[in-house]
């Protein structure tokens, strides 16, 4: 039962940015490619350490989550923009940081501390954005990221740094954002739909 919660949880993080991607190509939000690459390649450094770690549950939510945010890149590459900002310099910087931290401790944990602490700092800018602008945020690509995260914490046999950290960190940064668009929304009395 654990590992067919595992293996949904995979797939649907694979289609839990469609919601973002249809309003993409809608023109209701325009995606900066440079940061989407950039979560692409956190969560795919993460998923690397992890399947490592031998954390495979873990590491299929990651793999799905590498897979969702390289869509947005492709479909960015047409619709978005693609604007390299000093941030996100520090962001790529950050992930190669982390990828030579796992080289010289030889610890897929390193990598994925290190990794989610730089996704935390990559993800300030569309909780500002999500707060400044939330009728520009999709808010339903993060409510699927908040079930998949909660299914593989389900779905997990141990509890570890590798195996529970990064899902817990995608359930509370993805719980984060939409209940920041609901209620800025509300706010602002915009429509939750869309």
């Not at 993460?46 to 873990?58: D, G, I, N, S, W």
């Not at 079930?147 to 984060?176: C, D, E, K, M, R």
Request: proline share 4%; net charge positive.
């Amino acid at each position: 039962m654990k590992e067919t919660l595992a293996i949904i949880a995979s797939v649907a993080a694979m289609f839990s940015t469609l919601p973002y991607i249809i309003d993409t190509v809608r023109a209701k939000t325009r995606p900066n490619v440079v940061s989407w690459f950039t979560w692409s390649l956190l969560t795919g450094i993460a998923m690397a350490a992890a399947f490592v770690a031998h954390e495979p549950r873990t590491a299929l939510l990651l793999l799905g989550s590498t897979v969702c945010t390289m869509a947005v890149v492709i479909i960015g590459l047409k619709y978005g923009y693609a604007k390299l900002t000093f941030f996100d310099g520090l962001c790529q910087v950050g992930a190669i940081i982390g990828l030579i931290l796992w080289l010289i401790f030889n610890s897929p944990t390193v990598a994925i501390v290190a990794t989610i602490l730089i996704d935390f700092i990559a993800a300030v800018p569309t909780f500002r954005h999500s707060w400044s602008k939330p009728a520009e945020e999709t808010w339903q690509t993060y409510m699927i990221g908040i079930i998949v995260s909660a299914l593989t914490i389900i779905s997990l046999t141990h509890y570890s740094i590798n195996s529970f950290a990064f899902p817990v960190y995608l359930l509370i940064s993805n719980s984060g954002l939409v209940a920041m668009v609901i209620c800025r929304r509300k706010q602002k009395g915009l429509v939750l739909t869309r």
